[in-house]
């Protein structure tokens, strides 16, 4: 299985709902990483778990909080967001054997699009 | 990072080859080339990627200038399924493992 799954493939909230995106991947893999990705844009990391430890949060609001229940599980936690963070909210997994400059090869997930009214 | 520059978009008629450039003139002696592609409404997919050598995949070849300063991605022989937009990444070393995308080379492979 070389998949990533995120769930769902569509949010719309408003500015005062919590809501929750969820990734798996069962490939064995011990990174993963949550991009933001803008309409006409290139995607922009926000965060990435390294064993199940956050190890890079790219000065991401707080109204944004990841967590990494296990090695398969990724989540994050969405609470008073505004119209601008709407966007592709896309997760990746990869082996996590990086060393040096060579990093390894990231598995993507297909996103959940998200709008916020 | 060192910085990666792409035109902006390119086109192809399909069954020829597409040859993407990417230049990366402060890349450093010991910092590698990736290159992956996001089809439309979907995630990034890994394609390949080299440090000197030119190299090759079931999907495309890289060819990577003597003095690395730039690089050339093929698709030996493109299909509509490649319209896509390209991105060329020379990542941070330091063991960080971030991927920081540039803006791309949008291709669109014509019949």
């Known amino acids: 299985d070389t998949e990533v799954t995120q769930t769902p493939k569509h949010l719309v909230m408003g500015m005062t709902n919590k809501k929750s995106l969820k990734c798996e991947q069962h490939?064995?893999?011990?990174?993963m990483y949550w991009y933001k990705q803008k309409a006409k844009k290139p995607p922009e990391l926000m965060f990435v778990?390294?064993?199940?430890?956050?190890?890079i949060n790219e000065s991401v609001p707080s109204r944004f909080s990841p967590e990494c229940p296990n090695s398969s599980l990724l989540n994050l936690h969405l609470h008073a967001l505004q119209p601008e963070d709407s966007a592709l909210y896309l997760c990746?997994?990869?082996?996590?054997?990086?060393?040096?400059?060579?990093?390894?090869?990231?598995?993507f997930g297909p996103g959940t699009r998200l709008t916020v009214l | 990072d060192a910085k990666t520059t792409q035109p902006t978009s390119m086109d192809c008629a399909e069954g020829r080859a597409a040859n993407l450039p990417c230049n990366h003139s402060?890349?450093?002696?010991?910092?590698?080339v990736y290159w992956y592609r996001q089809i439309h409404s979907q995630g990034p997919q890994y394609i390949i990627h080299?440090?000197?050598n030119n190299e090759t995949n079931e999907m495309a070849s890289l060819i990577i200038t003597e003095d690395r300063k730039s690089s050339t991605l093929i698709l030996p022989h493109a299909t509509l399924r490649d319209t896509a937009v390209y991105y060329c990444?020379?990542?941070?070393?330091?063991?960080?493992?971030?991927?920081?995308f540039g803006a791309g080379t949008r291709l669109a492979v014509h019949p």
């Open positions: 990746a997994s990869s082996q996590g054997s990086w060393s040096g400059p060579r990093v390894d090869e990231q598995f």
């Open positions: 490939m064995g893999h011990r990174a």
């Open positions: 778990y390294s064993y199940e430890k956050l190890s």
């Open positions: 402060t890349i450093s002696g010991n910092e590698y």
């Open positions: 080299g440090l000197k």
């Open positions: 990444i020379v990542p941070i070393s330091g063991g960080y493992n971030k991927l920081i």
